[in-house]
């Protein structure tokens, strides 16, 4: 397949740091800084959404990989192994994340949002507003997902 080059649109701050700290991301206030490219109107009419999806990339993991062989989520022995797309894991192909997250303010090139799972430094790709007509219904997923992730959003 013909590869393809994704240029950051702006950069994540917030206090968390480490990439092995997984959990508790209910709280976090991330600032994305939109790059001056884009100009101060960039993010207008983004603060009438009370959510945003935010696309970025998960820098800080290696590039390695080979994805053909399911493993536990999480590294979780106890729970059954999937393959690489039915997990949201930050070693990826193309390493890219994605979260919704609330919108906590908007001003000139600089968006607030809360419960954003990416670390400081973080380069960001895409900024889209959280459309209801473009989520699903009824999503449904597995009880052991439902169990794991209890304490991810969690404050």
Not at 5 to 13: K, M, R, S, V
Not at 76 to 101: M, Q, S, W, Y
């Amino acid at each position: 397949m013909q590869a393809f080059e994704i240029t950051p649109i702006g950069t994540i701050t917030n206090t968390r740091t480490d990439i092995q700290h997984t959990d508790n991301w209910g709280a976090v206030r991330s600032t994305i800084t939109i790059d001056e490219r884009f100009g101060d109107a960039c993010l207008q009419g983004l603060d009438a959404f009370s959510h945003a999806e935010i696309l970025f990339l998960f820098d800080r993991f290696p590039a390695d990989g080979d994805f053909r062989t399911p493993r536990p989520y999480r590294g979780d022995p106890t729970l059954p192994p999937v393959g690489i797309f039915a997990g949201r894991a930050p070693h990826r192909p193309n390493h890219i994340g994605v979260t919704c997250c609330r919108i906590a303010s908007v001003h000139g090139r600089e968006l607030t949002v809360i419960g954003l799972d990416a670390v400081d430094g973080t380069p960001v790709i895409d900024v889209k507003p959280t459309i209801a007509e473009f989520l699903p219904a009824d999503p449904t997923q597995p009880e052991w997902v439902t169990a794991m992730m209890s304490n991810y959003f969690k404050p």
